[in-house]
């Protein structure tokens, strides 16, 4: 089985910051790109920002210069780390991990259960 684990969110102030972590495991042969989407309540879920395994890095435009992704490709871990947020930030975060199983040549997206940040005074 492959798991896909996320953690690190919580309750923050505007302007504040949190760091969301995810960590994939179980029977992996290869791990591709990584990412980080949100869905807010009454909204569809949105893609926040992904990794590839070479390194290229795609942001949706309203997190620019607030949030950064970064991944630790040996530990299969992604990050996300989020600063000067803000109200419309709040909503549960998903980790998502393109995946081959040591069982499976298909390639697979796994997602982890979600996150809640919520960005409140």
């Known amino acids: 089985q492959v798991h896909v684990v996320e953690s690190g969110g919580g309750l923050v102030q505007p302007g504040g910051s949190l760091r969301l972590s995810c960590a994939a495991s179980?029977?992996?042969?290869?791990?591709?790109?990584m990412g980080w989407y949100r869905q807010a309540p009454g909204k569809e879920r949105e893609l926040v920002a992904r990794i590839f395994s070479t390194g290229t890095i795609t942001y949706v435009d309203s997190v620019k210069g607030r949030f950064t992704v970064s991944r630790d490709n040996a530990k299969d871990i992604v990050y996300l780390q989020m600063n000067s947020l803000k109200p419309e930030d709040t909503a549960v975060y998903y980790c998502?991990?393109?995946?081959?199983?040591?069982?499976?040549?298909?390639?697979?997206?796994?997602w982890g259960q979600g996150t809640q940040v919520t960005v409140s005074s």
């Open positions: 998502s991990a393109d995946i081959r199983s040591t069982y499976s040549g298909a390639w697979t997206t796994y």
């Open positions: 179980g029977s992996i042969l290869n791990v591709g790109a």
